[in-house]
């Protein structure tokens, strides 16, 4: 596995006392596949990179989008408008099986990673919720404590997250929240996390083009934040081999790269201060200097000075939307039948 490092200092601890001086954070970002279809040796991959960047001194760690569970890219799962083929449906059973679910026994062994190797994680999952799919993202502290959940509002195959999962959590290592992938495209949600006061900004994706890096150095301009991008770096060979796993249209050669990563961070002045890698799985890290935020705020602050709430406002519905609501626990159980001798 492959570091690529920044030149600054390492910092074990970060120390938010009276001292004025802004505290550094050493964050990595890993770009690396998942273990297609098994769950549990995915976990086991993660804890050996979560390992290899606690060694190397980091305090925040960033997986790519679906780490767990997968990014089932290539697959249609056999849909064509109107129908769904037998062997689609097949492909989905095996990718419910091997999604997670939140709260889980998979949660709680990430949950004992984060604490173990006392770092930060922000981990790309697919969650389980009866029988509908979220591409969701799990965030950690050092304490090996379970902070909460961000659910994809915009969506492919999975389930649509509402405005009840967009945290933005204040940590001792700063104020660490997600979008991920072409969420990141969409202004009213960044608008959102910016005025929830997002300094540490983790963009897990699947989009591996050249114009991606645009995108993300657009928000850490605009965001005035650190922007950490996590992606898969994948050939064809880490998927199942066909018939298991097909890829529509033409069948890629097993070493075919069908995802080349791009991983990145960048900073508040939208400077690249690591990455972005396309070379192979990598560890790409970086120290962020938080005081490179208020210092380039002063200039720029989308949702402070240079906001015009008279002009321009957003609403965010950040309640829970449930299809069906009980009005009492009861109702919940009155359609049951008693059998009476």
Not at 157 to 171: A, K, L, Q, R
Not at 199 to 223: F, K
């Amino acid at each position: 596995m492959a570091l690529v490092p920044s030149s600054s200092p390492l910092i074990a601890e970060v120390d938010m006392g009276t001292d004025y001086s802004a505290p550094t954070v050493r964050a990595t970002v890993v770009q690396a596949s998942t273990v297609f279809y098994d769950t549990p040796a995915t976990l086991d991959k993660a804890e050996r990179l979560l390992a290899e960047a606690a060694g190397y001194g980091a305090q925040l760690v960033v997986f790519p989008e679906a780490f767990v569970g997968g990014y089932p890219r290539g697959s249609n799962f056999g849909v064509v408008m109107g129908n769904r083929t037998a062997k689609g449906k097949e492909d989905f059973r095996k990718y419910h099986a091997a999604a997670i679910d939140v709260p889980g026994p998979e949660v709680d062994r990430l949950a004992a990673m984060a604490g173990k190797y006392k770092v930060f994680l922000v981990m790309g999952v697919i969650e389980r919720d009866g029988y509908t799919l979220y591409c969701t993202v799990l965030f950690f502290d050092s304490q090996g404590c379970y902070l909460g959940k961000h659910r994809k509002i915009g969506a492919a195959i999975w389930g649509f997250g509402d405005g009840s999962t967009i945290p933005v959590f204040e940590t001792p290592i700063g104020k660490i929240g997600a979008a991920i992938c072409w969420e990141n495209k969409m202004p009213l949600l960044r608008t959102a996390m910016y005025a929830k006061g997002i300094e540490i900004y983790c963009a897990p994706t699947a989009d591996s083009r050249d114009l991606w890096q645009a995108s993300m150095t657009h928000i850490a301009l605009e965001g005035g934040c650190f922007v950490l991008s996590a992606n898969q770096f994948c050939r064809r060979k880490d998927y199942p081999p066909p018939p298991e796993y097909a890829f529509a249209g033409e069948e890629p050669a097993p070493d075919s790269v069908v995802c080349a990563g791009g991983s990145v961070i960048i900073s508040p002045s939208g400077t690249v201060l690591a990455g972005p890698n396309y070379d192979g799985e990598a560890l790409i890290s970086a120290d962020l200097d938080l005081g490179e935020i208020a210092r380039e705020k002063f200039g720029f602050d989308v949702v402070g000075h240079f906001s015009r709430p008279e002009v321009l406002s957003l609403i965010v519905r950040d309640h829970p939307a449930t299809p069906v609501t009980f009005t009492s626990a009861s109702a919940k159980t009155d359609h049951k039948v008693s059998h009476k001798p």
